[in-house]
């Protein structure tokens, strides 16, 4: 608990920073009251701003505690909550005495139209980020675009602050702004361009690439000759960057690390084809090399020892970080009972469907496999349709509270199962899932 608490509490300091110098050094305005309210939401919407790349930034230090999934969708709520107090803040001042010429007038300063600006901008960068999957963007060039735009709000954001601003008339608030802003600027620059020149330095190689089923494809990677592979829990994932010839893209993408950390000589990432880059994956070939930056997340059940019954619950794709469990729980023998409800359309599209029930046999864990098909042979025996309540009730024979359930699938089957459990009674601290969008 004390790591997250850290972490919220540097969070808010740095929120209240602006204020502690203005209550500090004792600064008065005689503006009214309207127009103080529409100042302070200017500097603390310009505060959430300056700490979005930090945010963004991939750090495993403030990452830990939380998981990279869930500090991505607060970093996209945080986004929409800038844009909301920067655009109270014109409305407040016009209301507080500025007039509807400050909002609609073309005849104001130089200063106010960057404002305006960096005002626009942002609300362009949050909606190309809320609908980027309904635009048909592809997510490597909406991601350069927005780390593009987001530099140009943040330098039009400080420079409009920094001449309308009445508060920066005093040094202390000057000095905090351009602290902010190099900090800023030196997390975007590590991020963007150092760290990845420092991963490409140990590149690993594509060992092999394997076709699990018709559309999903086994990548194994081998750590740089003499290192070994990093050290994960089982169920996080990473980022990778494949660089390869033969005019293939080189994009980075998250997924998810399917192998044990008990298998020392390479770590395998499970992709599916989904998109226009994952359709290549296919073509990567032994000797191609990749750029890895993980591990992250916290989708593991060995950071709850607490849980003694296990319930995976997966479809499709979601299946890999599940596995990652299950073979180093059979790596370390294991004999945890595990109850393993896996939705896919028909038996061919299982993945890992050989391996699940070798393990099942071998008795460590002590898993049971029940695959649900929406769309089965007609000589199927097994459950048929999707996972909803009835299965769920059934094979945990009606005990919900001892157990902790993992989920991890598509969005539709995340949502469903969710709303079944809190049903059930299924405490909110024993259900854990992993989502595959950070958007």
Same mark, same amino acid.
């Given at each position: 608990?004390?790591? =997250?608490?850290?972490? /919220?509490?540097?969070? @808010?300091?740095?929120?209240?920073?602006?204020?502690?110098? $203005?209550?500090?050094?004792?600064?008065?305005?005689? !503006?009214? &009251?309207?127009?103080? $309210?529409?100042?302070? %939401?200017?500097?603390?919407?310009?505060?959430?701003?300056?700490?979005?790349? *930090?945010?963004?930034?991939?750090?495993?230090?403030?990452?830990?505690?939380?998981? #990279?999934?869930?500090?991505?969708?607060?970093?996209?709520?945080?986004?929409? %909550?800038?844009?909301? &107090? &920067?655009? $109270?803040?014109?409305?407040?001042?016009?209301?507080?005495?500025? =007039?509807?010429?400050?909002?609609?007038?073309?005849?104001?300063?130089?200063?106010?139209?960057?404002?305006?600006?960096? #005002?626009? #901008?942002?609300? *362009?960068?949050?909606?190309?980020?809320?609908?980027?999957?309904?635009?048909?963007?592809?997510?490597?060039?909406?991601?350069?675009?927005?780390?593009?735009?987001?530099?140009? /709000?943040?330098?039009?954001?400080?420079? !409009?602050?920094?001449?309308?601003?009445?508060?920066?008339?005093?040094?202390?608030?000057? +000095?905090?702004?351009?602290?902010?802003?190099?900090?800023?600027?030196?997390?975007? *620059?590590?991020?963007?361009? /150092?760290?990845?020149?420092? #991963?490409?330095?140990?590149?690993?190689?594509?060992?092999?690439?394997?076709?699990?089923?018709?559309?999903?494809?086994?990548?194994?990677?081998?750590?740089?000759?003499?290192?070994?592979?990093?050290?994960?829990?089982?169920?996080? %994932?990473?980022?990778?960057?494949?660089?390869?010839?033969?005019?293939?893209?080189?994009?980075?993408?998250?997924?998810? /690390?399917?192998?044990?950390?008990?298998?020392?000589?390479?770590?395998?990432?499970?992709?599916?084809?989904?998109?226009?880059?994952?359709?290549?994956?296919?073509?990567?070939?032994?000797?191609?090399?990749?750029?890895? !930056?993980?591990?992250? =997340?916290?989708?593991?059940?060995?950071?709850?020892?607490?849980?003694?019954?296990?319930? +995976?619950?997966?479809?499709?794709?979601?299946?890999?970080?599940?596995?990652?469990?299950?073979?180093?729980?059979?790596?370390?023998?294991?004999?945890?009972?595990?109850?393993?409800?896996?939705?896919?359309?028909?038996?061919?599209?299982?993945?890992?469907?050989?391996?699940? +029930?070798?393990?099942?046999?071998?008795?460590?864990?002590?898993?049971?496999?029940?695959?649900? @098909?929406?769309?089965?042979?007609?000589?199927?025996?097994?459950?048929?349709?999707?996972?909803?309540?009835?299965?769920?009730?059934?094979?945990?024979?009606?005990?919900?509270?001892?157990?902790? +359930?993992?989920?991890?699938?598509?969005? =539709?089957?995340?949502?469903?199962?969710?709303?079944?459990?809190?049903?059930?009674?299924?405490?909110?601290?024993?259900?854990?899932?992993?989502?595959?969008?950070?958007?």
């Amino acid at each position: 608990m004390w790591p =997250g608490l850290s972490r /919220i509490i540097l969070h @808010l300091l740095a929120f209240c920073a602006p204020f502690i110098v $203005i209550i500090f050094f004792h600064f008065h305005s005689d !503006h009214g &009251l309207l127009s103080e $309210i529409a100042k302070n %939401f200017a500097l603390l919407g310009f505060v959430v701003l300056i700490l979005q790349p *930090v945010l963004g930034g991939r750090f495993k230090w403030i990452e830990r505690p939380f998981g #990279l999934d869930i500090l991505f969708r607060y970093h996209k709520y945080m986004g929409v %909550f800038a844009a909301c &107090l &920067l655009l $109270i803040h014109p409305l407040l001042l016009a209301a507080g005495g500025g =007039g509807l010429h400050l909002l609609f007038s073309l005849n104001v300063p130089w200063y106010i139209w960057l404002g305006k600006i960096a #005002l626009f #901008l942002l609300l *362009v960068n949050i909606g190309l980020s809320l609908y980027q999957s309904s635009l048909h963007l592809k997510f490597e060039k909406w991601r350069l675009g927005h780390d593009a735009l987001a530099v140009l /709000i943040i330098v039009l954001a400080f420079t !409009h602050s920094w001449f309308a601003g009445h508060d920066l008339k005093i040094l202390p608030m000057k +000095f905090l702004w351009v602290i902010a802003l190099g900090a800023a600027a030196v997390t975007f *620059v590590y991020h963007r361009i /150092i760290r990845p020149y420092r #991963l490409g330095r140990h590149k690993y190689s594509v060992a092999d690439v394997q076709a699990e089923t018709k559309n999903v494809w086994i990548v194994n990677l081998s750590p740089p000759e003499g290192e070994k592979p990093y050290d994960f829990l089982p169920g996080q %994932f990473h980022f990778l960057t494949f660089h390869r010839d033969r005019n293939l893209p080189e994009e980075e993408h998250h997924w998810t /690390i399917s192998s044990s950390p008990t298998q020392k000589g390479y770590i395998s990432s499970t992709i599916k084809e989904l998109g226009d880059f994952t359709s290549t994956i296919g073509q990567t070939r032994p000797g191609d090399t990749a750029t890895v !930056h993980g591990p992250f =997340g916290r989708f593991s059940y060995l950071l709850h020892p607490e849980e003694k019954d296990l319930v +995976f619950i997966s479809g499709g794709i979601g299946i890999t970080p599940l596995m990652s469990m299950l073979r180093h729980m059979r790596d370390t023998q294991s004999t945890l009972p595990v109850l393993l409800l896996y939705a896919s359309e028909d038996e061919e599209e299982v993945i890992f469907r050989q391996e699940l +029930f070798e393990i099942e046999a071998g008795g460590f864990p002590r898993l049971k496999v029940v695959l649900v @098909l929406s769309k089965p042979r007609k000589d199927w025996s097994g459950e048929k349709g999707y996972i909803n309540r009835k299965i769920i009730e059934k094979y945990t024979e009606g005990r919900i509270k001892g157990k902790g +359930f993992y989920i991890c699938g598509p969005p =539709g089957l995340i949502d469903l199962t969710l709303r079944i459990l809190g049903e059930l009674g299924a405490p909110d601290e024993r259900i854990h899932i992993e989502i595959f969008s950070f958007l």
